[in-house]
Nanobody
Framework: QVQLVESGGGLVQAGGSLRLSCAASGSIFSINDMAWYRQAPGKQRELVAVIARGGTTNYADSAKGRSTISRDNAKNTVYLQMNSLKPEDTAVYYC??????????WGQGTQVTVSS
C-alpha cells in the first residue's frame, strides 16, 4: 500500500505561483509513475502532468509552459511548480501514483484557488 499526502495549495492572485508537494509513504519502493490531476467544480478530473520514476515527463496542453513536475526519489516526493496561474486553474489538485502492478493510489487533494 502507498499513502500520498499533498500540501502547498492555497489562495493566490492571477499571475502568481504555487508549488504543490506530495509525499509518499508505505510501499514506496513499488512506485513507478507519479502524477498530478485536478478537478474543478462541475468538471471531470483531468491530468495535469505525469513523471516516470526515471524522470520522463508529460504535460497536459493547459499546463505546458506554465507548470513543471519533478520528483525527488530519495524523499519520495513529487512536486508541481505552477506559474502564471489563471482563475481557470482553480481546482482541487490530486496526487496519484502507480505501483509495479499498475495499481493506482490517490491523495486526498489540495485546494488551489486563483483570484482574478
Amino acid at each position: 500500500q502507498v499513502q500520498l499526502v499533498e500540501s502547498g495549495g492555497g489562495l493566490v492572485q492571477a499571475g502568481g505561483s504555487l508549488r504543490l508537494s506530495c509525499a509518499a509513504s508505505g510501499s514506496i519502493f513499488s512506485i513507478n509513475d507519479m502524477a498530478w490531476y485536478r478537478q474543478a467544480p462541475g468538471k471531470q478530473r483531468e491530468l495535469v502532468a505525469v513523471i516516470a520514476r526515471g524522470g520522463t515527463t508529460n504535460y497536459a496542453d493547459s499546463a505546458k509552459g506554465r507548470s513543471t513536475i519533478s520528483r525527488d526519489n530519495a524523499k519520495n516526493t513529487v512536486y508541481l511548480q505552477m506559474n502564471s496561474l489563471k482563475p481557470e486553474d482553480t481546482a482541487v489538485y490530486y496526487c496519484a501514483a502507480w505501483d509495479r502492478r499498475s495499481r493506482a493510489y490517490w491523495g486526498q487533494g489540495t485546494q488551489v484557488t486563483v483570484s482574478s
